[in-house]
């Protein structure tokens, strides 16, 4: 989750992109996640560091809650699938 959250507000696209579900990539091009991620880089500088985490899993499939200093950042139960044994960021 931290290596998704650094990536989008770093803005890389293909390191980001890769931790997207397959789901996710089905909906959502890598040009079209490219965009989003150099908009959010535009908003916010850079990668910052995540104040509270909670995670509630369920078998393959979790909901993650965590924060930021920047609110607009924050998370509420975003989901997050295991594919191949590695968890995927499942909201698209």
């Known amino acids: 989750m931290v290596a998704y959250s650094d990536a989008f507000l770093d803005a890389k696209p293909t390191v980001g992109y890769e931790l ?19 908009a959010a880089k535009q908003m916010y500088g850079k990668a910052m560091p995540i ?3 909670e995670a509630q899993i369920s078998g393959e499939l979790a909901r993650v ?3 930021y200093d920047v609110p607009a950042l924050n998370q509420n139960k975003e989901p997050w699938a295991r594919e191949a044994g590695k968890w995927k960021q499942d909201d698209c």
């Open 51 to 53: 104040k509270t985490f």
């Open 20 to 38: 997207f579900s397959a789901r996710c990539k089905e909906r959502v091009t890598l040009s079209e996640f490219t965009g989003m991620l150099t």
């Open 65 to 67: 809650t965590y924060t």
